[in-house]
């Protein structure tokens, strides 16, 4: 799609007018005037005309009044002008219209056309004013007169003025409609995303790169991202500006310096959610089985969980976007985090999500209670109080009894996918790579965010996938029965115990919730590089890994303990910071002690 298409025509019209005299200053125009009259822009005989000319000053005054006739006469087609000047050889050829090119899809005219109202002529501003004096002169007379009709009119609430004739009205000046545009308010320069002008399209970069973003594509899940007329997904973006090892196209890609995660986290930017789950042609026929069984029995369990629901009725699926807010919920002994975005009702939607698997808030306390008759409103609890109050102040939204979202009327898939989670464990991101999920837990990876990397082979397997989480789990027990010397540990190569060293880094990553110790600092700290000086972070490890570039486990602790004592140095007087490390580094040190039972 031509960017052109996202600027308004007046906004356009009002840039060719404060652009013409500009345009009719440049060099040698037999070539951009050939351009228009090729486009059935201009007429013939204007064009010959100006060819004919001789002296510099009358091609000029020749070229003004073409683009003024064009601006007058055949205005409606000002978006065709812009295209056609703005072609490769007509831009090579002429410098300003290169300059006029860039100035309006980087928005930057936006801030030069403090265009006062157009006036006609002097003459008739001032027969405007002479005749609108005489109307006040009338006024006034006929006020004196007719005191008690004014009183009745300003007591009905009309502002008529007595004594003013339909003659006298029409001979009043009229104003001139303006045309309003938005500019950012102070403060808000860096804010592009907020003009008007940028609603519907953003200039990104990554690295080097720059291209234009589509909102509604993004939003959509399609290619989105338009780089020398061809279409990147944010993912495929970031690998062709060289930033694929960052695997968070969230934080590479930027608008303006700041990240796009940050803008979607904010709610200027809605981003789909991508899962190409490996799919099972047993495991597909036992959902249509099964959701024979759940479309039937789903009206019956909306119907019992509206009783004090307090649900409106109303036919429209309700809006269920990407960016919701989570929530620490507990019932009994058993914790989870309830997802806002995942919420339809007590019984529609898996949107609490314990360390196994995810539940609906009604099999929630039935889990942590065992009872078929506790209240999922009263029982679970956030923050001390009873989910009732996150309803009540309208935090948490109950979906209504005939909402067809994928919550309340799923489909055989929409069920399937509501066990696993909607963002990679490892990078927290939801991205347009394919999301690989384990059939044993409720975790989600990309591709490349596992250790060891998922495969395409694997992907194409009908048979069962665990995660490294899980094949630790399964096997931990039965790997060291006995108790290990730390020292002992430290010195073996790295190729025996590759599991338990992938297992560490992983669980390393899926803690780290913020992303802080998963980049290299140096991208985002300026002065980072002059306080430390050997930098280390976790994708730089995980890459380590698998170029198999650590010969024992030693190496590979060290380069883990090193990225805790940078941050302790660089965060000495950010104790916000510092606390994040210490808790990780405990989580690691316990973790180590786990993995390989080493001895107190």
């Known amino acids: 799609m031509d960017p052109l298409d996202f600027l308004e025509t007046d906004e356009l019209l009002r840039f060719f007018h404060a652009r ?91 801030f030069d056309l403090q265009l006062p109202a157009k ?63 938005s500019s950012p308010r102070k403060g808000e320069a860096e804010e592009i995303w907020t003009w008007p002008l940028y609603k519907s399209q953003l200039p990104v970069t990554c690295g080097q790169e720059e291209g234009t973003l589509i909102r509604d594509k993004l939003a959509k899940g399609e290619k989105c991202i338009l780089v020398d007329k061809q279409w990147f997904s944010p993912s495929e973006f970031e690998k062709f500006a060289g930033k694929g090892s960052s695997k968070n196209w969230k934080t590479s890609i930027r608008c303006r310096k700041t990240p796009l995660g940050k803008l979607i986290k904010e709610g200027h930017l809605k981003a789909a959610a991508y899962k190409n789950r490996r799919k099972l042609v047993k495991e597909k026929q036992q959902n249509e089985e099964e959701s024979e069984d759940e479309d039937s029995s789903m009206e019956e369990q909306t119907t019992g969980d509206s009783t004090g629901d307090e649900m409106e009725a109303q036919a429209e699926p309700l809006e269920v976007t990407s960016d919701q807010g989570k929530f620490k919920v507990t019932c009994g002994a058993l914790t989870g985090t309830l997802h806002k975005k995942r919420f339809g009702s007590g019984k529609c939607g898996k949107s609490i999500r314990t360390e196994l698997r995810w539940l609906t808030p009604v099999e ?162 300026s002065n980072y590089s002059s306080i430390i000086k050997t930098p280390m972070w976790l994708d730089k490890i995980a890459d380590k890994l698998k170029r198999e570039e650590y010969q024992t486990v030693s190496e590979f602790v060290s380069d883990v303990q090193l990225i805790f004592s940078n941050s302790a140095t660089y965060n000495r007087n950010n104790p916000e910071y510092l606390e994040m490390s210490k808790n990780l580094k405990q989580l690691f040190d316990r973790e180590f002690e786990r993995a390989f039972n080493i001895q107190d």
């Open 119 to 181: 006036v006609e002529s002097e003459e008739s501003e001032e027969r405007g004013s002479s005749k609108h004096s005489d109307i006040e002169k009338e006024t006034k007379s006929a006020k004196k007169k007719r005191k008690a009709s004014s009183a009745s009119n300003c007591s009905s609430g009309e502002d008529q003025q007595p004594g003013l004739s339909v003659k006298q009205n029409t001979g009043q000046r009229k104003k001139i409609k303006k045309i309003n545009y």
């Open 364 to 525: 929630f306390v039935n889990v942590a209670l065992n009872q078929s008759d506790a209240t999922w409103r009263k029982d679970i609890l956030y923050d001390g109080k009873p989910l009732s109050h996150l309803i009540e102040v309208n935090m948490l939204l109950i979906h209504s009894l005939l909402c067809k979202c994928n919550l309340c009327k799923p489909k055989p898939e929409d069920l399937d996918n509501q066990k696993n989670d909607d963002e990679c464990c490892i990078c927290k991101s939801e991205g347009e790579e394919e999301l690989v999920e384990c059939d044993n837990c409720p975790r989600s990876f990309h591709q490349n965010c596992h250790l060891p990397r998922v495969d395409d082979a694997i992907l194409r397997d009908d048979g069962q996938w665990m995660c490294t989480f899980c094949i630790f789990k399964a096997i931990e027990e039965c790997r060291y029965p006995d108790k290990q010397r730390a020292q002992a540990v430290m010195s073996r190569l790295i190729s025996q115990q590759l599991l338990e060293c992938q297992y560490l880094l992983l669980y390393l990553c899926s803690a780290d919730e913020e992303q802080i110790f998963a980049t290299d600092p140096g991208q985002y700290l």
């Open 20 to 110: 013409k005299t500009e345009m009719s200053c440049m060099k040698n125009p037999q070539t951009f005037l050939s351009q228009l009259r090729d486009h059935n822009l201009i007429p013939e005989d204007k064009y010959q005309s100006i060819i004919r000319m001789k002296s510099k000053n009358k091609i000029r005054t020749g070229v003004y009044d073409i683009l003024d006739w064009l601006e007058n006469k055949n205005s409606e087609h000002i978006q065709l002008f812009w295209r056609c000047v703005f072609k490769d050889v007509i831009m090579t050829q002429y410098p300003k219209i290169k300059e006029l090119h860039t100035s309006l899809m980087d928005g930057s005219f936006h």
